[in-house]
């Protein structure tokens, strides 16, 4: 089952990072997004077939994560998500050397992740307090990224801290009964990372947003899944492969959001 898990991870990766790609290329182009009007700035997205197509692909992709995160451990989860960063750097036309390490080392750590499968115990629920404060540290945590960091790169790492809390809460959320009060605020934080993201579009690069967004979306479930949740890692060298794969996954997300500024669209200098 936690194979399935993993593959079903995989795939809602590809569905989502590709979605993320198309959202980008389409609301890059757009005129500025505002805030002060919400309405119009959603209808100015829904009326790209391009972005429709990216957003519907990720809400696609999310459905089964949810499915991989009922049957498989969050980190593990989130380590072969990781992975899908890939997406963003191969469809961003031309890649640096420094993005082509970041790809093989996010291979490298899903190969790794691979050889690390064997049994695993079963993971805690987790306090309901702690995941209920680290949610909202997350939000208090994104909020001074978008006000302390430039633009772009501030409102990608909002987007991923506050997707990464929705993350955790869903994770809390799929055992079902009381934890089932977890589903507004997971929906609160999906939708705020969600406004976050498509301003950023506007003011940087792929890989400086959706690819920053990306890793912080990943990385830090991956360690919430040890610090609430009570995930163990396996022992002997399925488990230096396990934290070697976290690794390898981690480093080829930083390399492959470390990207030279390029010039903005019309849109993005605008707003």
Known sequence: MIALGLVLA??????????????????????????????????????????????????????????????????????????????????????????RVGIGAALTGLLLLGLSLGSHPAAGRGSATAIAAWMLVSVAAAA????????????????????????????????????????????????????????????????STAGLAVLWTNALPILAGTVLFGEALPGGLRGVARVAAFAFVLAGAVALSRREPTALTPAGAAA
């Open 10 to 99: 995989v795939v809602s990766a590809v569905a989502i990072n590709g979605g993320y790609g198309l959202q980008h290329a389409s609301a890059s182009a757009l005129p500025p997004l505002s805030l002060r009007r919400p309405l119009r700035s959603l209808e100015s997205l829904f009326r790209s077939g391009a972005w429709s197509l990216g957003f519907f692909a990720g809400i696609g992709g999310w459905v089964l994560y949810v499915v991989a995160l009922r049957i498989a451990p969050l980190s593990l989860v989130q380590a072969a998500s990781a992975g899908g960063i890939g997406v963003l750097a191969i469809g961003g036309g031309r890649l640096r050397p420094a993005e």
């Open 144 to 207: 001074g990224a978008a006000k302390l960091l430039p633009a772009g790169v501030g409102l990608g790492t909002a987007a991923g801290v506050l997707y990464a809390a929705g993350d955790v809460g869903t994770k809390a959320a799929v055992v079902g009964g009381m934890r089932l009060l977890f589903v507004p605020g997971l929906l609160a934080c999906h939708g705020l990372a969600f406004v976050c993201l498509q301003l950023a579009f506007q003011r940087g690069g792929r890989l």
